[in-house]
Nanobody
Framework: QVPLVESGGGLVQAGGSLRLSCTPS????????MGWFRQVLGKEREFVAA????????YYVDSVKGRFTISRDNAKNTVYLQMNSLKPEDTAVYYC?????????????????WGQGTRVTVSS
């Protein structure tokens, strides 16, 4: 059973928006920091954004700052990634992940739980 389930991916034109959602399957992740990563075939998994367990701190890769927003609703046990002003280079499979660590959120090796990913395609 995959512990996290992503949704909200799809095809969008450049400049458009999408909102990704991530919900746990069978357990709660309210005490975990959550991250979003993305991967293009043949390339390493790239950190996109992370949010602390409380939601008070957020972190972004420079390329998405000002365009993407990560948030969480612990009451709904859901993490979101709002993506605006999308660019063709944002095209990738996006993965949600959970971690108990309190630092180095951009390191995918520090995340112990992953979803299966949702594909985002941005056309030019």
């Amino acid at each position: 059973q995959v512990p996290l389930v992503e949704s909200g991916g799809g095809l969008v034109q450049a400049g458009g928006s999408l909102r990704l959602s991530c919900t746990p399957s069978g357990r709660t992740f309210s005490g975990y920091a959550m991250g979003w990563f993305r991967q293009v075939l043949g390339k390493e998994r790239e950190f996109v954004a992370a949010i602390s367990w409380s939601g008070s701190s957020t972190y972004y890769v420079d390329s998405v700052k000002g365009r993407f927003t990560i948030s969480r609703d612990n009451a709904k046990n859901t993490v979101y990634l709002q993506m605006n002003s999308l660019k063709p280079e944002d095209t990738a499979v996006y993965y949600c992940a959970a971690t108990t660590v309190r630092s180095n959120y951009n390191d995918h090796r520090r995340y112990g739980y992953w979803g299966q990913g949702t594909r985002v395609t941005v056309s030019s």
